[in-house]
């Protein structure tokens, strides 16, 4: 289960920002699916968790949007991380046309649970 967190500059216009919404949860899935947690296509509640978060006065940033996924440890995912993030990156150009952000992967030890 992917957690997400999109940090943006004040700039960047609301309908870009649902867009990128609605496109990750599918996108993020593709990205760390692995044969420990296999994706199937069919996002159920809680499999991906995006947060939003604006930038506030006192940050600092170069870019207009950060995404960074965190993601548990497998060492599938691991061996490749470099390529999936990059993968990400183009899907996301590709998908949203954002132009000035970036990626980052972290693939913590770790572990989840959800009630039913």
Known sequence: MPLVEVTYAPGV???EL??????????VSKAVECPEEPYDGALKPGDVEIRFRRLSPLDHSGLDVV??????WFESRASNRQ?????LHEDVRTTTGLRDF????SLPSAAWSQGD
Do not use: F, Q
């Open 13 to 15: 216009a609301e309908s």
């Open 18 to 27: 649902r867009e990128l919404g609605s496109a990750l949860p599918h996108l």
């Open 67 to 72: 995404i960074e996924v965190k993601s548990k």
């Open 83 to 87: 390529e999936r993030v990059d993968k």
């Open 102 to 105: 970036g990626i980052y992967l």
